[in-house]
Every structure is written in structure tokens, then in C-alpha cells.
């Protein structure tokens, strides 16, 4: 598959959830563009204007009203759909209980929009004219906070503050004019704790009507979570403060994750959102140096934007990072606080580090038949002992990688970058060529260094200062 063929392909899926049923290459293709645009009102006539007088060449995609963006990509989630009345772009989201999988095995009835958890994601253009009806299908009464979105006073959706809470069975009408882009978030701002904790957050991503700076190929959109889902229960406990105990990206706990696909050279963006409870997470990126281009508040100026490898998303903030994808490999990206990739079961466990248990195993055995002690080294086997695991529940660490256990769990994923695609579905575990991939250390090579594995450590590292 070429790249223009890729991004076509790319494009139409993400296209086909819009309401107005066009694809890309059926608009483009048929040069009808300009046609397609003035049908729909002055709203699109800029935009529309500045697509036609881009060569081929330009970033894919044509969706209407605003022009010309490239849709971005939600791993494991969705897109709002929309449709285009009299120029308006209409929205309808559906606050409900959703049945969520955080991953293969654990489940919880959380609360979300439109059968998704977090809810999906809306995006737009900057200029549109945008109206979102928010029905309510809960048991109690909510509302639709846009944040970071410039609106009127009366459509800020604070509860009690700005307007009546939406009562169930309640029909909603905001409405908005978006002068900015950027990565903004909608959440609910009644009975925020609760709402919020059990999911009631999406990402609103609003495309610049006419892009700044160098295009990219790949723009995917990330929502941070935390939860705290007792072993066995069946419902997330929102009044918890501190102890969470299911860390999530889009709403999925690694390996629950979906990767994410990047054809080698391409240019990639990444917009983070955190609407967690309590915790600032601090994404770390592996293989990469990139740059932080965005937060909430709008676009960095490029002189002012430095180089990271991790990102902090403060809570109620998000963070926009790009770099150029030029090394292959599967690349881990996680939060870099070590509890938050640890599943369920890692927390809170005696300290059994070190811990000798000689025959004790034996002794408890005869009154608790397959007892054994464990964490003696650590937590990295725990999640692979072969060991049964309560219902609705899974191992404290990771998945299966390639070459072993991955340890990691919760809030974890990988960016798969490849030198040849055919599509942006999971390509399957990266090969290092060879020479590149660390092994087990041959003799030949140990003698010709002169390593003595045997030798005290302490010698070595004198011997490293003696000698410089
Ligand atoms: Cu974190």
C-alpha cells in the first residue's frame, strides 16, 4: 500500500462517522469540492477555497463544514458523529450507563455518552458553528461542561451556576461558535466527583481552519483515567481519594490497549487529556525526543516550545506533543509513575522483599491447600504464575510481549512504527535486525572485554575509577 493510499484509508474510517456521508475520495475525487461547499453556505466557502488551491500534495481529507484537516485517530475509542443543518454542525450525545471493559477480563457498569467510555470524541473546525444536544438517560441529573472551549457565560454547563441541571429524561441545547483550535475536553459539571469518576469525560479537539506550521500524518487523541474498581465489584467506587487501582488510556488498561500505528518519516501528533480524579500523569515516550506544541490554552509559538521525553498532564489540562517518526520499533508509552502501570492487585501488598519463607509453604499448605508465598523478588511474575484470578478481576502487571512477559500494566501502550505498512491495524510485534536486539552476552565477547562475571562488583567499579 502507497501512502497517499494509507491515508485514504485512514481518512474514509474516520470519515465514515460523520453525518454527512461523503468520503474523501469521493469528494476529491469527483473535483466537486468547491460545488459540495457552496451548497452548504458561506460557512465553508474560506476553507473550501484554500482545499481547492492546494496541490495534491496537501494533508488528506476534506470533511464539511471547515474544510480541509486530518481527522484524528481515537485507539479503542470513537468520534461523535455529526450532520450539517442550515450551515449548523449538530451533535447529539446520550449520557447512560455503559457496561466497560477495562480490559480482556474485568469489566464495571460505568457512566458515559453514547455507549462509550470515555465518551466519544468531538471534533471540529475552528469557525464552525456548532450545536450539541445532550440528552439524559441516567438516574440522576447532569450537565455538559465544554472545557477549554470559548463560549457564551450561559453555555459553560456548570451546574446550579450557569444553568438548571439536565434532569433525566431531559433534552438539552448548547450551542457555540468555535474561534480557537486546540484540544479542549467536555465532561459532566454536576455532581462532579461522582460523574466524572464513573466517566463522564470525552476529548473536543477543534481543527485550525487554516493550519500553522508543518502538517502530519498521524494525529491521535488520548484521555487519561483513574479508577478504583474492587476485586469483584461490579461498579467503580467514585469516592475514592487516593488508592486507584485501575489506570487507563481511553478507558483501557494495558493490555486492553490498542497500539499506536505510525508508518515510518510520517509526522505524528499526540493531544493527552487528563480528566482523572486526583492524579497529574507524566507520559513518557520511548525511541523519541519530541515537543510539546499545545496545551488546552491553544498552540505554543515555536520558539518557546523545548524538547521532552516525557510530558506532564496536569489534572483538568491537556498536553499536544509531535515529533517525526524515524526510528522503527515498538516503542513503549506510559505514565511514569510505577503505580500507575500496575493493575488491580499491586497495591497495598506486604513488602515480602527479600523474605526467605524456608518450609513455611510446606506448613501452611497442610491448612491452606496451594498456598505459596509470594513477592519474595518482586512483582514482575505475578501476573504469569498460572494462578487462578477472582471474577472480574486481572493480574496486577502487563501482557504477553514478544519475547516475554511485559510487566507493565494500567497506563501503558505501545507506538508500533514501521518501515512498510499495509493498513493501521495492529502489525504484530516489531524484528529487530540483526546485531540490534541485546541478548545473552557470548563468552568470546566477555573474554575479549575482559569481564570476569565472577569478580566482586564492588572490584569492578573501583578498578572504573583507578583507571577512568
Ligand atoms: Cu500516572
Redesign the pocket.
Known amino acids: 500500500m502507497t501512502d497517499h493510499e494509507l491515508d485514504d484509508a485512514n481518512n474514509d474510517t474516520a470519515l465514515g462517522l460523520t453525518g454527512d456521508g461523503l468520503s474523501r475520495r469521493r469528494v476529491l475525487g469527483t473535483g466537486a469540492i468547491t460545488l459540495t461547499a457552496s451548497a452548504l453556505g458561506t460557512l465553508m466557502r474560506p476553507a473550501a477555497a484554500a482545499a481547492a488551491e492546494r496541490p495534491s500534495a496537501a494533508p488528506a481529507s476534506a470533511a464539511l463544514p471547515g474544510g480541509e484537516y486530518r481527522p484524528v485517530v481515537v485507539p479503542n475509542g470513537a468520534k461523535l458523529p455529526w450532520k450539517v443543518v442550515n450551515g449548523v454542525k449538530i451533535f447529539h450525545l446520550v449520557a447512560e450507563e455503559v457496561e466497560h471493559e477495562y480490559a480482556p477480563g474485568i469489566k464495571a457498569h460505568c457512566w458515559g455518552y453514547n455507549g462509550h467510555v470515555h465518551g466519544p470524541t468531538i471534533e471540529a473546525v475552528e469557525g464552525d458553528r456548532v450545536r450539541i444536544y445532550l440528552s439524559n438517560r441516567l438516574p440522576a441529573a447532569t450537565t455538559l461542561h465544554c472545557h477549554g472551549i470559548l463560549l457564551d457565560n450561559g453555555m459553560d454547563g456548570v451546574g446550579g451556576l450557569n444553568q438548571k441541571a439536565i434532569q433525566p429524561g431531559e433534552t438539552f441545547k448548547y450551542e457555540v461558535t468555535l474561534r480557537q483550535s486546540g484540544t479542549g475536553m467536555y465532561h459532566s459539571h454536576h455532581d462532579e466527583m461522582t460523574q466524572m469518576g464513573l466517566g463522564m469525560t470525552g476529548l473536543f479537539v477543534i481543527h485550525p481552519r487554516h493550519p500553522r506550521g508543518p502538517q502530519v500524518d498521524r494525529d491521535f487523541a488520548l484521555m487519561l483515567h483513574e479508577w478504583r474498581v474492587d476485586v469483584g465489584a461490579a461498579r467503580p467506587d467514585p469516592n475514592e481519594m487516593v488508592e486507584f487501582n485501575l ?1 487507563t488510556i481511553n478507558g483501557k488498561a494495558f493490555p486492553g490497549t490498542d497500539p499506536l500505528v505510525v508508518k515510518k518519516g510520517q509526522r505524528v501528533r499526540i493531544r493527552i487529556g487528563n480528566l482523572s480524579a486526583m ?1 497529574h ?2 507520559i513518557h515516550l520511548h525511541g523519541y525526543r519530541f515537543k510539546v506544541t499545545e496545551t488546552d490554552g491553544g498552540a505554543i509559538q515555536e520558539s518557546a516550545q523545548w524538547p521532552e521525553t516525557t510530558v506532564l498532564v496536569p489534572v483538568g489540562s491537556t498536553r499536544t506533543i509531535e515529533f517525526v517518526a524515524n526510528e522503527p520499533g515498538d516503542w513503549a508509552l506510559h ?1 511514569h ?1 510505577t503505580h ?1 502501570v500496575m493493575n488491580q492487585m499491586g497495591h497495598g501488598v506486604p513488602n515480602m522483599i527479600g523474605v526467605k519463607p524456608g518450609t513455611l509453604d510446606e506448613k501452611v499448605r497442610r491448612l491452606l491447600p496451594g498456598y505459596m508465598t509470594m513477592g519474595q523478588a518482586g512483582m514482575a511474575d505475578m501476573g504469569d504464575m498460572g494462578m487462578g484470578v477472582p471474577n472480574n478481576s486481572i493480574p496486577m502487571s502487563g501482557g504477553r510481549g514478544k519475547h516475554d512477559r511485559i510487566t507493565m500494566g494500567g ?1 501503558f501502550t505501545i507506538l508500533k512504527v514501521r518501515d512498510q505498512l499495509t493498513g493501521y491495524g495492529d502489525p504484530g510485534w516489531y524484528d529487530a535486525p540483526e546485531g540490534t536486539l541485546a541478548e545473552r552476552a557470548p563468552s568470546a565477547d566477555l573474554e575479549r572485554d575482559g569481564i570476569d562475571v565472577k569478580a566482586p562488583a564492588r572490584a569492578w567499579a573501583d578498578a572504573q575509577v583507578r583507571t577512568g
Do not use: A, F, G, V
Request: hydrophobic content about 40%; aromatic content about 0%.
Open positions: 489506570l492524579d500523569h507524566p505514565c509513575m500507575h497506563m
